[in-house]
């Protein structure tokens, strides 16, 4: 990761980093982490859930709790799954604020803006209101969600099973639209006006919120890995041929492609002018605007997820990353220029 001080020397968030923390777990990480603003929650393998500050490095605290879902985190609270139903925990201490039944094994549980959204294996989807965990809805959708709703304007994108994407109203969960797509649904993301969906049917396609028309679509050589990315101005998005591509967000022309040294682990991550991809054991750097490459950046291990970019204190931990046998690292942007051999010795020569 210490070549990261190259790669990101030139961006206000990211200029240059230096390992600030290093967390060794006592055993391996069971699923992603999940995070809010001050803190990684990570699930292990022994049934424990601990909780990682993320200015310091230190365990704020541990609870025994099982699961194999990466957490969700909003408003203070941390949203578990688990068997048969969802549980929310106080940030703070880890204590169950609340604990709301749900039928069937859970396969999704993604907080967004005060809703918390859970689908389950037998094709329900429902929403909770977070604070509570009172259920405000559910409905079956005839197949189980195969990636992450995707929220949008005042509705709900699901992808399920079969290549379904089905559009539903957020307030009581009324259909709006349901549009079937070529392949299985790998990532949905909501913009402003459109529904970004990527596939394994090789393509990855813009759809409108409002209708479910099809605006353009990309065909690439491999199944499109996670969601799309977005600046604003490009959208980001990777695929198993090993090609990482900038699309115009409003017209999906083609800016520019640039291949990957490896397959891609998850989606890209936009930072400051950067495009972070996340692989196996490290993560790929590229110019956003240019697509030029900057670096490939170790990660110290197999990575469990994708890694987590935040803001905060200019002195604390900006990169965090998670290794599958329990490492959890911070990094955090260089105050001072690093030492550099010095090219001539001050003063002046004396003649002996």
């Known amino acids: 990761m210490l070549l990261l001080l190259a790669a990101l020397g030139q961006a206000a968030l990211l200029a240059g ?5 290093l967390v060794p777990l006592d055993t391996p990480a069971a699923a992603p982490a999940g995070y809010d603003a001050a803190a990684a929650y990570v699930p292990l393998r022994d049934g424990r859930l601990a909780a990682v500050d993320l200015d310091f490095g230190r365990v704020r605290w ?17 949203f578990i799954a688990g068997d048969g139903h969802i549980e929310a925990l106080s940030a703070a201490d880890g204590r169950t604020r609340w604990r709301t039944p749900l039928p069937g094994r859970l396969l999704t549980i993604t907080w967004d803006n005060h809703w918390l959204l859970c689908s389950n294996d037998g094709g329900d989807l429902a929403a909770l209101r977070a604070a509570d965990g009172e259920l405000v809805w559910r409905v079956n959708l005839g197949a189980p969600l195969v990636t992450s709703p995707a929220a949008g304007l005042d509705r709900v994108y699901a992808g399920l099973e079969g290549g379904r994407v089905v559009s539903l109203a957020l307030a009581d969960g009324s259909r709006a639209w349901e549009r079937t797509l070529p392949g299985r649904i790998t990532g949905l993301r909501a913009t402003d006006d459109q529904l970004v969906a990527g596939t394994t049917g090789r393509a990855i396609f813009s759809l409108d919120l409002e209708t479910g028309r099809q605006r353009w679509r990309w065909r ?19 695929a198993r041929d090993n090609v990482l591509r900038a699309v115009d967000a409003r017209s999906g022309n083609l800016r520019w492609t640039m291949d990957l040294p490896s397959r891609p682990l998850a989606e890209p991550q936009v930072v400051a002018g950067y495009v972070l991809v996340p692989l196996a054991t490290s993560v790929a750097v590229f110019d956003a605007a240019t697509g030029k490459s900057i670096s490939a950046l170790p990660a110290g291990g197999e990575l469990s997820g994708a890694p987590h970019l935040r803001g905060g204190r200019p002195t604390g931990a900006r990169l965090v990353t998670l290794t599958r046998d329990g490492k959890l690292g911070g990094y955090g942007s260089r105050i001072e220029e690093p030492p550099a051999p010095i090219a001539t010795l001050p003063g002046e020569r004396v003649s002996p």
């Open 17 to 21: 980093l230096d390992p600030r923390w």
């Open 62 to 78: 541990t609870r025994d709790i099982t699961t194999t879902l990466a957490p969700a985190a909003g408003e203070s609270l941390i």
């Open 220 to 238: 690439v050589g491999g199944d499109v890995t996670g969601a799309a990315s977005s600046d604003g101005r490009l959208l980001f998005f990777a």
